[in-house]
């Protein structure tokens, strides 16, 4: 196994790839734990965010197959309960109806890991947008995006969850209404 620092975005699954009915498109981004895909389900006609439970310290893939092996024997502990726990996570998501929590229609199990299938919102990461226009961002228009974000929030906390990743980077400011 290879032991050096991982190349998450070359152990992507390629452009064409399959998983079930959704065909994938590109790579939208890579995290510690995972990747996300742009992909299109060939059922329903329309595009799917698709993110992959890939944690780069203890996984690599097998390129001809596009299946996750681990790294050593002993990560697999760490994966076996960080993939429980994204699987759960997908299970929870899906239960929430709310215009600013992304929407998750499944999660599947393929390639010795899980996907989980999200709607796709077109837009910017407020990441992106800050460094992009930080003029932008008076107070005026903090306020304008932290009230619907409070209110997903308040969604999530008040069905006995917590976010614990909110950040720039996974705050999209979607094109259709930011």
Known sequence: MNSG???????????????????????????????????????LALQVAIKEYFPASAAVRDPA???????SSTAE????????????????LARFRHNNIVQVFRYLKANATCYMVMAYEEGQCLEDALDADPARWNTQAVLALMMPLLDGLESVHAAGFLHRDIKPANIVLRASDD
């Not at 502990?77 to 929870?92: I, N």
Request: aromatic content about 10%.
């Open 5 to 43: 620092p991982p190349k998450t975005l070359s152990q992507a699954l390629p452009p064409n790839a399959r998983l079930d009915e959704y065909s994938l498109l590109s790579v939208l981004g890579v995290g510690a734990f995972g990747i996300t895909y742009l992909a299109h389900d060939e059922n």
């Open 77 to 92: 502990k760490e994966f076996e309960w960080g993939r429980d726990r994204f699987m759960l996570e997908a299970q929870t």
């Open 65 to 71: 197959t596009g299946a996750v092996a681990l790294r």
